[in-house]
């Protein structure tokens, strides 16, 4: 396992226990920047390279800087697929959230330990009847798959979510184990 592979772990999971697909997280991760590099524009019309946070990566602003003869879409798109998102070692992200709505047609809760409420992506703007992800988001970028059974079961592993404080995997496993131990699962 490889701490970066958190969130294709939770979806692989996801995607399973919503009866949506039976994938293994490299094959996802791959899957999804497949998908990325062939569907470049958001429902709004944007450019999807707008859901990729530069901000903050270094590799990038030294890729960008060998890169000036290509638009700025281009480049973070070249950059992301080819390269970035494809080390086992990068966390995914927002745009990977994005992609697999968008691949297997599925909303999206997210429940951040660092807050009192959840938050919904949906794959379109209708009103179509669809699977639903649940994920719990730990600390800066560390994610893990919620299951329930009924809206308290939800509520209850929410609060339980956010007791924790680490991302270490070993101790985050133990502590999952517990908890779904105590919650009958």
């Keep these: 396992q490889n701490p970066g592979d958190c969130l294709f ?4 999971h996801q995607l399973k226990y919503t009866k949506t697909a039976d994938t293994k997280p490299r094959e996802l991760r791959q899957n999804l920047v497949a998908y990325i590099k062939q569907n470049t524009q958001l429902e709004n019309g944007d450019h999807v ?3 990729f946070d530069t901000t903050t990566n270094d590799e990038w602003r030294v890729n960008s800087k060998q890169n000036e003869k290509k638009s700025a879409d281009e480049m973070k798109l070249s950059y992301y697929t080819d390269s970035y998102m494809n080390k086992p070692e990068t966390t ?3 745009l990977m959230i994005w992609a697999c709505s968008q691949l297997y047609d599925v909303d999206f809760e997210i429940f951040p330990s ?3 409420r959840s938050y919904k ?11 639903t992800v649940r994920l719990g988001f730990v600390g800066q970028a560390y ?3 919620l299951v329930s059974t009924n809206k308290e079961s939800t509520e209850f592993m929410y609060l339980l979510g956010r007791k924790i404080k680490a991302c270490d995997q070993v101790t985050e496993i133990k502590k999952q184990a517990g908890l779904m131990s105590d919650l009958g699962l």
């Design 9 to 12: 772990e939770a979806l692989c």
């Design 49 to 51: 390279m707008t859901l």
């Design 92 to 94: 995914g992200d927002t």
């Design 114 to 116: 660092a807050s009192d």
């Design 121 to 131: 992506i949906s794959a379109k703007d209708d009103d179509s009847i669809r699977a």
């Design 143 to 145: 994610f893990v798959s």
